[in-house]
């Protein structure tokens, strides 16, 4: 088993988007009438599991569009409140001709939730075998606003049910495999239907957490993301982070946006 932590580009936010702030701005997330001291760049990450049943894609980042015309693929509103970056050779199109790998090679695709950062990039893999969101996320995409639907309009997406696990902050996920090396956790909050994954390394546990937290200091220091679906899920699926990183066989928690990870591979020999 093997796990690469690739960066897809950038995303410049308020920090309020990433670190929940309490002041007399109303949604201090959208970053709308905030000085440029208050914003900053974040990396949008993608992960490529080698399972030994199937090679695995974890979101998709930014789609090569957004290096031409960034505020027709994100929508006036979505662009007046974040940016993207995506250098030259940081698309999921160059990592994976980096590596080696053709899009219809991929098994699977997991989406942990559907906002445009994470599938922004999804046309460039659609023909990956399969590609899985959880259903509970893809009815509430369709239905809320928030959401960039043209980003997988057309596209086929497959979506597993809630079942019960042994972990998580409510018990509810997916023994993907069914034999325990790879679970979709249930953790809501950030997004109604938003999974992280658990990976059985052979050293012990790497934990995926997608947005429950925007960086490590996020479950140290509990500070929610700005923007919820669910306050209360939120803060309790933040809770069970923060309990997991501190068993003795959890080897890492990686969030998706967090400045101090850097691309790297776990569980080369």
Known sequence: MKVHIWHTGRVYIDQALAFRE???HPIPYSGWLRGENKKMWVPVSTYLIEHPKGLILVDTGWNEEIRINQKKHLGRLAYSMFRGELPVGESIVDKLN???????EIDFVFLTHLHSDHVSGLSHVQDAKKIFTSELELKSANKKVGYIKSMWDGIPIDTFILEDIPYG????????????TLFLVHTPGHSEGMFSLLVKMNEGWLLLASDVGYAKKSWEQMILPGVTSNKIHAKKSLEWIQNFSQRKDCIQVIANHDSEITPFTIGES
């Open 98 to 104: 980096e590596f080696g790998v053709k899009s219809s």
């Open 169 to 180: 902050p409510f018990n509810k996920g997916l023994d993907f495999f069914g034999d325990g």
């Open 22 to 24: 309490k002041g007399l």
